[in-house]
């Protein structure tokens, strides 16, 4: 089976700009989804791609939100997306297996639903996606944006838009 992973904050919902820097809701009135995120998992469940959700949470380990809120915004984005599975590291720890930008969540999801890591794809916007991904063995998409320029370019395929992320999945 393949995958398209998808970080969450930037992709799936909209980042909250905290102190000029992306961060993630806190609460559900904060979350604000992406509607061509959710068309994009939608032609991709057509495509037979499975669909995992890939996110580092720290604000739980630094006690800026409570499991409970996490729980509702997912289980808000799971209304409008058909997850296969998620996977969340709450730990703050880079060094942690789990944390992005290490590859551990998406290892584990492959383990679970048998992916192939080498036809599946990471979809995100920072450089902890690009190094996740890269460390797992799929191919990388960075959606790029105002917020990361710093890395524009540094995915094995670069977008500026979701319209040019669905034809690449659609085409290799």
Known sequence: MRALFL???????????RNGSPASPRSLSELKLIPEAIELAREAKKLQFLIVLITNQPDIARNLMTR???????????KKISFDQIEVCMSANDTH????????????????LNISLADSFFLGDSLKDLQAGKRAGV?????????????????????DCFEEILKIIKEV
């Open 7 to 17: 970080d969450r904050d930037g992709i799936v919902n909209e980042v909250v700009m």
């Open 97 to 112: 297996f789990r944390r992005k930008p290490n590859q551990g969540m998406l290892l584990q999801s492959a383990k679970k």
């Open 68 to 78: 409970y809120e996490l729980n509702e915004i997912h289980e808000e984005i799971a």
């Open 139 to 159: 191919t990388t998409i960075l959606l790029q944006t105002d917020y990361n320029r710093f890395i524009h370019g540094m995915g094995d395929f670069n977008c």
